[in-house]
C-alpha cells in the first residue's frame, strides 16, 4: 500500500496524512511517495503518521510541470517494489502524475474515491453526491486512486520512515514545458481547510464586487473563508483556488453560509459534509434549501450587509 | 498546423441522470449535447487555424447519438471529423477511452497539438487527457487559462496552480487541456450548420484502429448502487428583518461568533 504525498511550497501537504490514516486501515506495508521541493523534510511527517518507508527525492526534474519524469520514475518504483494500491490525493498534480502512470502500466484510475473497502473495491460518490457507487477494481497492480479530499483524519500514530532513494527516469527522447514565470499570491486569511466557518457566494452576488459583500462577513465573523460556486469561477469573478464542488475543494466547516448559490449537484458534493449549513437564495426553489439548517429567501444585498452588522454587534468588532 | 480537438458527447448538462439496470448512466434516448465545456477549447483552436492557418479535426468516442455533439463541433468550423462507436465501448474507463482516442488520433497523421477540456461534465474523472498524452508520448500543460501557439512550433500556455498561476511554454507538438477562460465560444452560424452536413466524419471499426479484444477490456465495473444518506431539511424563511438575528442565533450555537 502506498500513498502520493503532495509537497506544496508551504511543505507536505494535509491529504498525505489523510491517505496514510486509510492506508493504515487497510493494513500491510505502508509507502509514501515525496517527490518535490524539500521532500526529505517531510519524511519525519511521513514516519510519524504510519508511513515504513518514504522514497524520497528532491531532484528538480521530478518537479518538471509535464509529469512526464516523476511518471516514469514512479513506474520503475513500482516495478521494483510491486504495490497493490497507490492513493493519491485529487490535486492537479496527483491527476497527471496517475493519469501518465495508467498508460504506462495499464492499471485501473479509480478518480473521486471517498472510500476504499478493500484493495479491490473503491467508492464513489456519483450524481453530486447523491447516489453512492462500489467499483469493482480490476487489471494490472497496483489500482491507481484518486481520493476526494477530507475523506479521511489525519491521524499521527509515532514511527519513523526508512528513506529509500529514489533514480530519477526520464523517458527516451524526453522534451518538457519549461516555466516562463509562476505567480503564487499565497494565502490570505484561513484556507478552506482549516476555517471554522466558510463563507461561498454564487451567480446570484452578480459580479465581482458581490464578493466584497461576502469578505466583510468574512471579517466580521473571524476565523472564516471565502468560497465561491463554480458558475462564479467560470464568469471569472473569483480566482480557481476558491472553486468548492466536484472540481474544486471539499469543505466541512462548523458552518457554511452559500449566498447566490442554487446548490447545483456540482457543488453540493463539495460542501454538504459541512456542520451546519445556512443558506441566502432569492429562488424559492433553489435545492441548496432542501441541504440547509437554515434557508432564507429574498434579497442577498441587504441579508448580507445586515448579517455583517449584527454579528459587529453581538462581538463588538 | 494541424490540431485535434477532444469533445464529448453528455446527457444533458441541465437534466436529470438516471442509472440503468447495468449500473451505468442511461445514454440512450437522453438528451445530450456536446460537453459545454469542450467549446472552450474548440474555440480556441479554431482560432489559431483561422490565424495560422490548418486544420481542426473533432476526436470523438460515444453512442451513435454523439453524431449530434460532433455536428455541433463541424458546424462551429472544425473541417472534419473522427468518430468511433461500438457496443463493446459502452462503460469503458478512461485507459480504453485513451487508447481507442490515441489510435484514432494516430490514424490522422501529423498533429502538433491535441487539445481537450480539463475534464469532462459527466465524469469528472480528470485524467484522461493526460493518459492519453503519455499513451502518444507527447509533453502536455493542464489547466491553461489561455494558450497561443508561436511560429507554428511552441505552445504558449498560463496555467493555473492550486495557490496560483503559471506561464510554460513547451516544444509541439503537444497536449493542452483548457479551462473555461482560454475563449468565449462562438454560436455556430446557420451557414455553419448547413456546411457541416457535407463535412467528412470519418468513422472507423475498433479492427481498423488497430485494437484488440484485451485493450479494449475495462478494468473497472460497478457492483452496487445505493443512496447516500439525505440530510434532513431545515427551517426556511422569508428576509425580513429579524433574518440576520436568525443567522447569527445560528452562529452563536455554532460557536463560531
Known amino acids: 500500500m502506498w500513498i502520493w504525498a503532495d509537497l506544496t511550497s508551504d511543505g507536505l501537504a494535509s491529504s498525505a496524512l489523510e491517505l496514510l490514516t486509510k492506508a493504515r486501515e487497510l493494513g500491510g506495508e505502508i509507502g509514501a511517495v515525496a517527490f518535490g521541493p524539500r521532500a526529505t523534510d517531510a519524511v519525519a511527517a511521513l514516519g510519524e503518521h504510519g508511513a515504513i518507508r518514504v522514497y524520497a527525492s528532491d531532484d528538480d526534474r521530478l518537479e518538471e510541470p509535464t509529469s512526464r519524469v516523476a511518471a516514469h520514475t514512479l513506474v520503475a518504483l513500482i516495478a521494483r517494489d510491486s504495490p497493490d494500491v497507490v492513493l493519491f490525493p485529487s490535486s492537479y498534480r496527483a491527476r497527471d502524475v496517475a493519469g501518465r502512470v495508467q498508460a504506462l502500466t495499464g492499471s485501473t484510475v479509480m478518480a473521486n474515491a471517498v472510500d476504499l473497502p478493500t484493495i479491490d473495491r473503491a467508492r464513489a460518490e456519483i450524481l453530486g453526491g447523491t447516489t453512492v457507487v462500489d467499483v469493482d477494481l480490476a487489471g494490472p497492480r497496483p489500482h491507481l486512486v484518486l481520493m476526494r479530499p477530507r475523506s479521511f483524519e489525519p491521524a499521527a500514530v509515532g514511527g519513523t520512515a526508512e528513506v529509500v532513494i529514489v533514480d530519477v527516469v526520464e523517458p527516451a527522447g524526453f522534451v518538457s514545458a519549461s516555466v516562463l514565470s509562476r505567480t503564487d499570491p499565497g494565502a490570505t486569511g484561513p484556507s478552506l481547510d482549516d476555517a471554522k466557518v466558510v463563507v461561498a457566494g454564487g451567480r446570484g452576488l452578480g459580479g465581482p464586487e458581490g464578493f466584497r459583500l461576502l469578505e466583510e462577513l468574512a471579517g466580521a465573523i473571524g476565523d472564516t473563508a471565502i468560497g465561491a460556486s463554480r458558475a462564479a469561477v467560470d464568469a471569472g469573478w473569483v480566482p480557481y483556488a476558491l472553486q468548492i464542488g466536484q472540481t474544486g475543494a471539499t469543505v466541512k466547516p462548523e458552518v457554511y453560509l452559500a449566498a447566490g448559490i442554487s446548490g447545483a449537484l456540482q457543488h453540493a458534493v463539495g460542501m454538504k459534509g459541512s456542520r451546519r449549513i445556512v443558506a441566502i437564495t432569492k429562488d424559492p426553489e433553489a435545492p441548496i434549501l432542501k441541504m440547509a439548517d437554515l434557508g432564507v429567501v429574498g434579497d442577498l444585498f441587504q441579508v448580507l450587509p445586515a448579517l455583517t452588522e449584527e454579528v459587529r454587534r453581538r462581538t463588538g468588532r | ?257
Open chain 2, 1 to 257: 498546423m494541424n490540431v485535434a480537438v477532444l469533445v464529448k458527447w453528455v446527457p444533458e448538462p441541465q437534466g436529470t441522470p438516471t442509472l440503468g439496470t447495468d449500473h451505468l448512466l442511461v445514454r440512450e434516448g437522453a438528451d445530450g449535447a456536446l460537453d459545454p465545456g469542450d467549446e472552450y477549447g474548440l474555440e480556441r483552436a479554431l482560432q489559431l487555424v483561422e490565424r495560422d492557418g490548418g486544420e481542426v479535426t473533432i476526436v470523438s468516442m460515444g453512442p451513435e447519438i454523439a453524431v449530434a455533439a460532433v455536428q455541433r463541433g463541424l458546424a462551429m468550423g472544425a473541417a472534419r471529423a473522427v468518430l468511433i462507436t461500438d457496443p463493446a465501448l459502452r462503460g469503458s474507463d478512461t485507459l480504453v477511452t485513451a487508447r481507442v482516442l490515441a489510435a484514432a488520433i494516430r490514424r490522422l497523421g501529423p498533429i502538433d497539438l491535441v487539445v481537450a477540456a480539463v475534464e469532462s461534465t459527466d465524469g469528472y474523472t480528470g485524467t484522461l487527457p493526460i493518459t492519453l498524452a503519455e499513451l502518444l508520448e507527447l509533453p502536455s500543460v493542464t489547466f491553461a487559462t489561455s494558450f497561443d501557439v508561436i511560429d507554428g512550433a511552441e505552445l504558449q500556455a498560463e496555467r493555473q496552480t492550486a495557490s496560483g498561476s503559471e506561464a510554460l511554454a513547451c516544444p509541439l507538438p503537444a497536449l493542452v487541456t483548457s479551462t473555461t477562460g482560454v475563449a468565449a465560444p462562438r454560436y455556430p452560424s446557420l451557414k455553419g450548420v448547413m456546411a457541416a452536413k457535407s463535412k467528412p466524419v470519418d468513422r472507423p471499426s475498433l479492427t481498423e484502429l488497430g485494437l484488440v479484444a484485451d485493450e479494449i477490456r475495462s478494468t473497472q465495473s460497478v457492483t452496487g448502487v445505493g443512496t447516500a444518506p439525505e440530510k434532513a431539511g431545515g427551517r426556511v424563511i422569508e428576509a425580513g428583518p429579524d433574518a440576520a438575528a436568525e443567522i447569527a442565533d445560528l452562529l452563536e450555537e455554532a460557536r463560531v461568533i
